[in-house]
């Protein structure tokens, strides 16, 4: 699957950035870290609202988890076996996720988010679990709060940061590279001529 991140936002939206979170959380590898730090750019050069823009993350990310909630509540470990494979979950590592979760359900539903893996993982886990709706729904909206913006933050900062610096990066970047080749060169030849 390929598309580019900032095309969809720029095009689609506030929707284009709730889709994308959606997707991914159901287990559609979409990149969510690097459309909530683009989100946090656009957020900069005012494309978006601080406000709308977490609902439309958060709301994305809370109907993706309910949905994979749904699935491994109802549908239960055989799908998730089934169609896991293609993914490169084994029953093996379902069982090993399992035992785990079983242990930190609560620890892992409000940190999970900021896991690759582990965040997709999670809310089938919950439901396949029976975690109690309500108690995921609670954790998960607060961990899916807090994941948004911390990326979304990110994303303005480093834009700040970006714009900032970028002059004189641009214009120092050729001597600072050759600095650096010329010195990693002169620390070889000393570590080869003292062996």
Do not use: C
């Not at 709730?18 to 287990?27: A, D, S, T, V, W």
């Not at 994979?68 to 076996?81: A, D, Q």
């Amino acid at each position: 699957m390929h598309f580019h991140v900032q095309h969809l936002i720029a095009h689609y939206g506030y929707a284009g950035v709730f889709f994308i979170l959606l997707m991914e959380n159901i287990g559609i590898p979409f990149p969510a870290e690097t459309t909530l730090t683009i989100a946090g750019f656009e957020w900069m050069r005012g494309a978006f609202s601080l406000v709308p823009l977490l609902l439309a993350a958060t709301f994305g990310n809370v109907a993706g988890s309910t949905i994979g909630y749904g699935i491994g509540y109802f549908l239960g470990r055989p799908v998730i076996v089934r169609w896991g494979r293609y993914v490169g979950m084994t029953s093996e590592k379902l069982e090993a996720a399992d035992r785990k979760f079983a242990r930190w359900r609560g620890t892992l539903v409000l940190f999970g988010k900021f896991i690759a893996g582990i965040r997709v993982l999670v809310p089938y886990l919950a439901g396949i679990n029976r975690m109690p709706f309500a108690v995921f729904s609670v954790y998960n909206a607060v961990s899916a709060l807090v994941w948004a913006a911390f990326f979304i933050i990110v994303g303005r900062y480093v834009e700040v940061a970006w714009s900032h610096y970028h002059k004189v990066l641009h214009h120092y970047l050729l001597p600072i590279l050759i600095a650096a080749v010329v010195m990693v060169g002169i620390v070889t030849a000393v570590k080869v001529r003292g062996r």
